[in-house]
């Protein structure tokens, strides 16, 4: 039988939870979106690995007994064998927490939606119609956004990264700091008054989420998702996506174009063999 555990040992059992609820504080600080600043604890909520020599020193100096040290062990293996599952399912775990959260502890559900998550600041244009949604302003929806600035078309763009919201805006962008997969913020954005809406982000699973989000606000809206694998242009066609952009495929095409015009094929003929490979790939 395990004797009675030192104070010492509750601390290195309790390292498990503290450690990731305190990474997960500073970066709720550093103004993270919460699901981000989740997922970044959980990478971090492994015991590390100079816990077997520290506890090794320990046990040498008669700080813990032989049955404690097995424990001590026993749970950074416990730790280190847990965490990559965590990690791999960080959303569901996430979605899982915010659902007891908004269950059984409303007012910090609350608190993290409209005080963390969500910053309702003014924005120059809620009152357009047909305007366009865009999801995610990393490097793609950054590109799109400059597009239509340039080109006067309205649009709202959406991002849960708190430092790329503040750049935006001092660049003069309506955007707004939130999750695109949240229907509030959907809602905030206008979606049922929107004309197109362009889910700039990679991930698939949040794509599929602003998809039918998006379709239950709007059911019209004209929705541009971007997929990476060809298996997955089925599941986000058959949610509602109008128009599917494979980043490889049009690279490739990119290049297929240059051959085509160094090779001086006629244009008749380059669009044949384009839409050609389109129809092949599916995407017409």
């Known amino acids: 039988a395990f004797p009675h555990p030192k104070p010492q040992l509750y601390i290195l059992d309790g390292r498990f939870s503290i450690k990731a609820l305190v990474v997960l504080l500073i970066f709720l600080l550093m103004r993270f979106h919460s699901k981000i600043s989740f997922s970044l604890s959980l990478y971090l909520f492994q015991i590390d690995e100079d816990a077997f020599i520290l506890s090794s020193l320990a046990y040498l100096h008669q700080v813990f007994s032989y049955q404690q040290y097995i424990f001590i062990i026993s749970s950074v293996l416990l730790s280190l064998v847990v965490t990559p599952f965590l990690i791999s399912e960080k959303d569901r775990i996430y979605q899982f927490i915010r659902l007891l959260t908004k269950k059984y502890l409303p007012f910090i559900d609350n608190f993290i939606k409209y005080r963390i998550d969500q910053d309702i600041s003014p924005i120059d244009i809620l009152s357009i119609k047909n305007h366009i949604i865009l999801c995610g302003y990393g490097r793609v929806g950054k590109l799109i956004g400059q597009s239509l600035l340039l080109a006067n078309i309205p649009f709202i763009a959406i991002d849960y990264d708190f430092s790329t919201v503040l750049k935006a ?20 954005a206008q979606v049922d008054e929107a004309l197109i809406l362009i889910a700039a982000i990679p991930h698939l699973k949040d794509q599929e989420k602003i998809i039918i989000n998006a379709k239950k606000l709007n059911p019209k809206i004209y929705i541009i998702a971007r997929v990476h694998r060809d298996e997955d242009k089925r599941r986000i066609k058959s949610l509602g996506a109008n128009l599917i952009i494979q980043p490889e495929f049009e690279a490739s095409l990119s290049i297929i174009k240059r051959i085509y015009l160094i090779h001086k094929l006629p244009k008749e003929r380059m669009l044949e063999k384009i839409n050609q490979l389109k129809i092949e790939h599916g995407f017409i």
């Open 169 to 188: 805006k001092k660049a003069g962008v309506n955007i707004i700091y939130g999750d695109p997969t949240d229907l509030d913020i959907l809602d905030y």
